[in-house]
Antibody, heavy 120, light 110 residues
């Protein structure tokens, strides 16, 4: 059973960089056919896809967020990370990591989510 | 891309059936057979229920079924059980390696 767990600070100051890490266990982060993704949920709203990374390092980002995003991967530590630069209150959300399966193009495993508040 | 449209809430009694809709456009739901549904209990990891419009994810009981017509996808939960009380999200592939989600429907089991 693949398990994902987000970690990182719950409070970030405006204009700073939000950094989160997702640890993967129970399966290989190098498995073909899977992309490691970030998704967020603003308070009281639906989900927003942020982007994904393949184990090779190839990335794809939501065009509306792309200029502030960096997703990276460390296959030796079996984790991948999200950086969002120049954050504002609009980046306050619960951030989920998830595995995107090429089969069916769906997110088959998710983490529990990490709440992040942007505030001074 | 605008989010997919879901009703914010739905309710039904134990044993009954309920259907949740998810409305998109020709650029997402109507353009691809890659609609998926997820169940989310607060504080827990979301769980994949359905993928490729109608296929149940591993371990998902047949009480959960789904379909699509044009730009509208639907999830039906039959034989409602108390543990079905959760928020249900739809998602669709939107082309260009992009994904889009719905606003979520909070299902209450009365």
């Amino acid at each position: 059973q693949v398990r994902l767990q987000e970690s990182g600070p719950e409070l970030v100051k405006p204009s700073q960089t939000l950094s989160l890490t997702c640890s993967v266990s129970g399966g290989s982060i190098r498995s073909g056919g899977h992309y490691w993704s970030w998704i967020r949920q603003h308070p009281g709203e639906g989900l927003e896809w942020i982007g994904y990374i393949y184990y090779s390092g190839n990335t794809h980002y939501n065009p509306s967020l792309e200029r502030r995003l960096t997703i990276s991967i460390d296959t030796t530590k079996s984790h991948f990370s999200l950086n969002v630069a120049s954050v504002t209150a609009a980046d306050t959300a619960v951030y989920f990591c998830a595995r995107l399966s090429v089969v069916g193009r769906h997110f088959d495993y998710w983490g529990q989510g990490a709440p992040v508040t942007v505030s001074s | 891309q605008s989010a997919l449209t879901q009703p914010p809430s739905a309710s039904a009694s134990p044993g009954e059936s309920v259907t949740v809709s998810c409305t998109g456009t020709n650029s997402d739901i109507g353009g691809y057979d890659y609609v998926s549904w997820y169940q989310h209990h607060p504080g827990k990891a979301p769980r994949a229920l359905i993928y490729e419009v109608t296929k149940r994810a591993s371990g998902v009981p047949p009480r959960f079924s789904a379909s699509k017509s044009a730009n509208v996808a639907s999830l039906t939960v039959s034989g409602l059980q108390p543990d079905d009380e959760a928020t249900y999200f739809c998602s669709s592939y939107a082309g260009n390696n992009d994904w889009i989600f719905g606003g979520g429907t909070k299902l209450t089991v009365l």
